[in-house]
């Protein structure tokens, strides 16, 4: 069981979980970035700033990485509600910043059948991720939250555009970017 935390309400105990992603797309991390721990801001709300610790590996297989990142919640399924939340909103940035589609698996099972398909195909890495670029990712993600939300929700219809299978589709998000 995770450890609780104590909050100032006395019937709301939250619990720290730890969740782990793979993400697909033409990207790995350079060799300089540094892959430990970092702590990033997620979320403020209420006049509080929650935390998550991130920590990226490279994965064996061309175009995936694997994120660790931590989620503050009272139950495991808000947990991974809002570590999807969180983690979209990572991916729309990383998708901006790289210009290529990232997507990413919560379940091991999906992930399972994401690498299957990858290596059906052939995939070439065409970028890679900075520590800069990194950095920038994780520090800006509430910020953009709290003073631009239209810009992050300019990149979250850009990714979809990248990703979608459909020319009438694709064309719809990019209108909706501009």
């Known amino acids: 069981m995770p450890e609780p935390l104590l909050t100032n309400e006395s019937s709301l105990v939250l619990h ?45 297989q061309p175009g995936s990485m694997r994120i660790e990142y931590t989620v503050t919640a009272t139950s495991p399924s808000s947990a991974e509600r809002a570590g999807a939340v969180y983690l979209s909103q990572l991916c729309d940035l990383l998708s901006a910043t790289i210009r290529s589609p990232i997507r ?23 970028r890679v991720l900075t520590e800069e670029e990194w950095h920038w990712i994780t520090g800006s993600l509430v910020f953009l939250r709290r ?32």
């Open 16 to 60: 720290r979980f730890v969740m782990t992603a793979v993400l697909f797309g033409p990207v790995r991390p350079d060799q300089s970035l540094h892959r430990q721990t970092q702590r990033a801001i997620k979320s403020h709300t209420e006049g509080r700033d929650f935390f998550t610790d991130i920590t990226l590996h490279e994965s064996r």
């Open 104 to 126: 990413f698996f919560l379940p091991d099972e999906d992930a399972r059948e994401e690498r299957i398909r990858t290596n059906q195909k052939a995939t070439t890495l065409d």
């Open 147 to 178: 003073e631009h939300p239209r810009y992050l929700a300019g990149a979250s219809w850009y990714r979809k555009g990248l990703i979608g299978g459909d020319v009438l589709d694709n064309f719809c998000c990019f209108w909706r970017v501009i």
